[in-house]
């Protein structure tokens, strides 16, 4: 089965900073590739996802790449806010019945 | 926040009982999902429907059953609960391709 390796698990960015998160998966047939932001107590938040046939999505201060030779995605933050502190959780889906595979997460903090 | 809800968000229950969690969906959307989350492992996925009926395990799927009986309803049943299962249930629709929306959680303790 698809397995989605997630880096790094905890992220400390000043407001302001970037902030990247990186994936891989292992399933070459793979195909959507979403990322979810889960706040404190809150259900996991959709952000933003890529599907294999682009290489970069952008929205507003984040934007995901997806290199599908080397089999790994990537989520950037722009000129990050004190609101984007986080869990971010990437995953793949695998190639039939739309079940996801979720990274471990990324608990991301932006210090004011 | 995608019309799911979850009953119930909270539970309590001893070991060896049996629990039931309800999935409600308002939108009649034909796959539904269920997954927990426990530190350090991110969201695993237990069993999952692509319709009414029809239900699949997922990875993490031992101790666990589905129905299906209504395009509204996916429930997940712990025939004996185990502390192992002590965990946050999450169920989840696709709407439109493949993006999957989450419902609220239920968090359950196994004591």
Known sequence: GENVEQHPST???????????????????SNYFPWYKQ?????????????SNVGEKKDQRIAVTLNKTAKHFSLHITETQPEDSAVYFCAAIRSAGNMLTFGGGTRLMVKP | DAGITQSPRHKV?????PVTLRCHQTENHRYMYWYRQDPGHGLRLIHYSYGVKDTDKGEVSDGYSVSRSKT????????????????????AITRGGNEQYFGPGTRLTVT
């Open chain 2, 13 to 17: 229950t001893e070991t060896g009982t």
């Open chain 1, 39 to 51: 706040e404190l107590g809150k259900r996991p938040q959709l952000i933003i996802d890529i599907r």
């Open chain 1, 11 to 29: 992220l400390s960015v000043q407001e302001g900073d970037s902030a990247v998160i990186k994936c891989t998966y292992s399933d070459s047939a």
């Open chain 2, 72 to 91: 509204e309803d996916f429930l997940l049943t712990l025939e004996s609960a185990t502390s192992s299962q002590t965990s946050v249930y999450f169920c």
